[in-house]
């Protein structure tokens, strides 16, 4: 909670510091990867500083987290703090990281601000980053605990067993542990990151969610390579398409992210777009192997047949269940597909108001920022509450600000 002197401090610079986020986490990255190249070349996604999601994220995430202490002192963002937090436990960030992202940042801060920074003013926007980092060392903390790992060191050697083209762009990898021990199990839904040496000595990471139900004896996930035509955009993705191989050893997190499966009965709908897919995939094969008689929508959007990665897969999984429907879109129109019916896909894109939406229903989605932006919107014109809405990410999440 912001002590009694910081609010009024907070809100009435709110506006200000707000203004000028972008430039100063601008500042803020040149002037910390200046000082610390290792964490631009082995941290952070260097694709998304290129592009700049990652500063727009940072920006949203602080403003929100601003905003609330001042608008709702009694309460915190924990569905922000909670999806930082594991994104941050996939990457192994260390509490003395937020020493070196203090000190860039409020540079940045007076650099850009200059004398409208004074002590009050400096004092009160300590206590909000420092209540917010502590929040999320705390959380940090916690994840590595809960996944054995207390000292944050959750990496581990991971030997490809299975390689699968799933789509002109979509492979799959399986995996397990270089060591022989047991692969370790996970929840529906989560992600781990995979560390590539890339051929300039940067040792650079991703996420990618585990696409298989987690009573599997392997992990499996499935990588979506990025060809956008901006370097160093798909460094990571590329590598894998090129070069993982059968027999490979990769260097894996433990497994990380909030987007998971509840425990319960009440239904679902599990929404994806394009690679998207993957998370559903793993929520999909854990309601089929316990026999799960949820009532289960799902819908998924790509843009044909042929990039629709593990289609076959996952109609089967729809299949195996008994109160489970399967809604597809394709942007392409295919003569081979037939609009309409259970699993067959529609042309155009998704269509929520032709879906059943019954009491409690709890949604889950993952795609393209515009497909779950234009998803959550349908649902909650629908009438469905926001807190029932769950999405990932893929990448810096530029939702931060708007939740």
Known sequence: MLSERSIPVIRATLPAVGAALDEITGRFYAGMFDAHPELLRDVFNRGNQANGEQRQALAGSIAAFATMLVERPDARPDAMLARIANKHAALGITPD???????????????????????????????????????????????????????????????????????????????????????????????????????????????????????????????????????????????????????????????????????????????????GVTPMLAMLAHLATTASTRRVTVVHADRSRTDHPHRDEQRSLVAALPHATLQLWYEEADPDVLAGGDGIASTGRVDIGSLALPDGLTAYLCGPMPFMRAVRGDLLRRGLPAAAIHYEVFGPDLWLGQQ
């Open 97 to 275: 990281q937020y020493k070196i992202v203090h000190d860039h940042l409020f540079a940045a801060i007076v650099d850009v601000l200059g004398d409208a920074i004074t002590p009050p003013v400096a004092a009160a926007w300590e206590e909000v980053y420092w209540l917010m980092a502590n929040a999320l060392i705390a959380a940090e903390a916690a994840l590595y605990r809960q996944a054995g790992f207390p000292d944050g060191r959750t990496w581990r050697r991971m030997e490809i067993v299975e390689r699968h083209e799933e789509t002109p762009d979509a492979i799959s990898l399986s995996l397990r542990p270089a060591d022989g021990s047991p692969t370790p199990s996970f929840r529906p839904g989560q992600y781990v990151s995979v560390q590539i040496e890339l051929p300039d000595g940067a040792r650079q990471i991703r996420q990618y969610s585990l696409s298989c139900a987690p009573s599997r004896p392997l992990w499996r996930i499935t990588v979506k390579r990025v060809l956008d035509g901006t370097a160093p955009d798909g460094e990571v993705s590329t590598w894998l398409h090129r070069h993982a191989a059968v027999g490979d050893q990769l260097t894996v997190s433990a497994p990380f992210g909030d987007l998971v499966l509840p425990d319960g009965d009440g239904p679902l709908l599990l929404a994806s777009a394009g690679i």
